[in-house]
């Protein structure tokens, strides 16, 4: 009998121990679905900005585009998305998957990258080089 509550205890203990991984996982993969949701509405947002205004440039600042705060930053770290480094307009309107436009690494072990044609992807291992 003592061996049977011992091992009951224990194996108690252990999905104890596994629920509060799992949480802690499930809120991890929140937060990258939220981010994930967010460069799709900045992609979509300067997708249409850059159709609708192409003789300008690509605005500096996405809060022109975007109002709402929360899709304007990561919910992991609330630091601000920018988009990278020699992005234009005619890549936007060119709508190529290759091109990245926005990149969040905030994520342990995981990219979240919005792309030219409107889809964003999470990576896990090396990024592409058009990010680093």
Known sequence: MKKF???CLLSCMLVILLAGCSKSDTKAKRQVAACTANQKQIIISLMLYANENPDKKLPQDLSQLIHDQQVLSCPKSSSSYT???GVT???LQSSDSTIPVI???A???VAVIGYADGHVET???PLPAAVK
């Open 5 to 7: 509550t011992i091992a």
């Open 89 to 91: 307009l005619a890549a």
């Open 103 to 105: 990149c969040c690494q």
């Open 123 to 125: 990576i896990t291992g």
């Open 107 to 109: 994520h342990p072990d």
């Open 83 to 85: 988009i990278l480094p």
